[in-house]
């Protein structure tokens, strides 16, 4: 399972563009990146996955280099309501394939 | 999309009792179910691997005798804490995943356990 890495915690304001980056250079063929989100005394909420070049969804987006040893998670116009811990995993997902959580990035958005 | 329901959200048991966590998959069959614990301000740690009808895989460190896991039909898995103590108080979140590679893992709500 590959190890990623993240800022510990960010800051941003109402209404900005918060993009968070994770390092994950050991990743292998198969694994796909995912992030999760999770609010105090709750359980992580899937934000977006992706395998490589760029995934868009309601939510967010997902860039992912060639190399695939990074991958940035881009918030538009964050709100209030985005404060919250998010997570970077790589592995292969799906059926029996368990994850493993790394530290998260803690991001507070100010109004 | 698919949900994976906790019960109880939260639960207070005095030390050296027993409780059991429920897990149940609403919308899909999950063959393996997660269960992971999480202390305040870290991050969630897996405790260990719950396959349907067969042993679950605990994770180094985690006692087996304490976490029992049953996993008895393809939609609920159960977590009991044994004789639980007060180090044992922490947030309990189990998740599972549809069949298929690459599809997205969904976790429960997570259940609050203070052992006083």
């Known amino acids: 399972l590959a190890k990623t890495t993240q800022p510990i915690s960010m800051d941003s304001y109402e209404g900005q563009e918060v993009n968070i980056t994770c390092s994950h250079n050991?990743?292998?063929?198969?694994?796909?990146i995912t992030w999760y989100q999770q609010f105090p005394s709750q359980g992580p909420r899937f934000i977006i996955q992706?395998?490589?070049t760029k995934v868009t969804n309601e939510v967010a987006s997902l860039f992912i280099p060639a190399d695939r040893k990074s991958s940035t998670l881009s918030l538009p116009r964050v709100s209030l309501s985005d404060t919250a811990v998010y997570y970077c995993?790589?592995?292969?997902?799906?059926?029996?394939?368990?994850?493993?959580f790394g530290a998260g990035t803690r991001l507070a958005v100010h109004p | 999309g698919a949900v994976v329901s906790q019960h109880p959200s939260w639960v207070i048991c005095k030390s050296g009792t027993s409780v059991k966590i429920e897990c149940r998959s609403l919308?899909?069959?999950?063959?393996?179910m997660f269960w992971y614990r999480q202390f305040p301000k870290q991050s969630l740690m897996l405790m260990a691997t719950?396959?349907?009808?067969?042993?679950?895989?605990?994770e180094q460190g985690v006692e087996k005798d304490k976490f029992l896991i049953n996993h008895a039909s393809l939609t609920l898995s159960t977590l009991t804490v044994t004789s639980a103590h007060p180090e044992d108080s922490s947030f309990y979140i189990c998740?599972?995943?549809?069949?298929?590679?690459?599809?997205?893992?969904?976790f429960g709500q997570g259940t609050r356990l203070t052992v006083v």
């Open positions: 719950s396959n349907e009808g067969s042993k679950a895989t605990y």
């Open positions: 992706g395998y490589k």
């Open positions: 995993l790589v592995g292969v997902t799906g059926g029996y394939n368990k994850l493993i």
């Open positions: 998740s599972a995943s549809t069949q298929g590679f690459g599809t997205e893992a969904f």
């Open positions: 919308d899909f069959q999950a063959t393996t």
């Open positions: 050991n990743i292998a063929t198969n694994d796909y």
